[in-house]
């Protein structure tokens, strides 16, 4: 199973940036996914997921309206949209799945696979 983030950069303060998760060797559309970041010197947060139809998001307070997570069962891909960025969400992105996930509440500890991170920095 492999989890691969990317999309991250730089980017100013209000700009914007999509990142993408690709996913192979697990069946897609059987996993909750989500999207956590870990800032610099913090512990990871959960940030987004998205239920596993897509039908269904939820979001951490600190992003609701400005991101927007969607996924691709097609495509073997989840999106995390983000729009008027803050040097708050400096920050590496990591993209999950859960395949046991009975509700879009995720934790980090139940996570059964994990993507290698992304790095976003945003610039005042």
């Known amino acids: 199973v492999q989890l691969q983030a990317s999309g991250g950069g730089l980017v100013q303060a209000g700009g914007s940036l999509r990142l993408s998760c690709a996913a192979s060797g697990l069946t897609f559309d059987s996993y909750v996914l989500g999207w956590f970041r870990q800032p610099p010197g913090k512990e990871r947060e959960f940030v987004a997921a998205v239920s596993r139809r897509g039908g269904s998001t939820y979001y951490a307070d600190f992003v609701k309206g400005r991101f927007a997570i969607s996924r691709d069962n097609a495509e073997n891909t989840m999106y995390l949209q983000m729009h008027g960025l803050k040097p708050e969400d400096t920050a590496v992105y990591y993209c999950?799945?859960?395949?046991?996930?009975?509700?879009?509440?995720?934790?980090?500890?139940?996570?059964?696979?994990w993507g290698q991170g992304t790095q976003v920095t945003v610039s005042s």
């Open positions: 999950a799945a859960d395949w046991s996930a009975r509700s879009l509440l995720l934790a980090e500890k139940d996570m059964d696979y």
